[in-house]
């Protein structure tokens, strides 16, 4: 999970997954299944994207920095 820009709110939670090979869900259904066991507003995810892999180092660790710059790339302000 990492923020996204956001008008209202400067940024909001935006949930990444890489689903099971044997798993079927919608990015709709997993961002209702995440949001119904949120109990903060401010933590509910706005948006959920299915992935096929995450981005990563050499030392295996995902690099959240690679997935957040698309949605920030031409804003003023980044993360």
Known sequence: MFGIP????GE???????????ANASA???REWIN??????YQRVD???IM????RNAAGKTL????????WAGRERKI
């Open 64 to 71: 959240k920095r690679e997935m957040r710059e698309p949605y």
């Open 12 to 22: 909001t939670p935006m949930a990444a997954v890489v689903l099971r090979a044997d």
């Open 36 to 41: 119904s066991r949120v109990a903060a507003r």
């Open 6 to 9: 956001h008008d209202k709110w």
């Open 47 to 49: 948006r959920v994207v």
């Open 52 to 55: 096929a892999d995450f981005p």
């Open 28 to 30: 709709e259904e997993l």
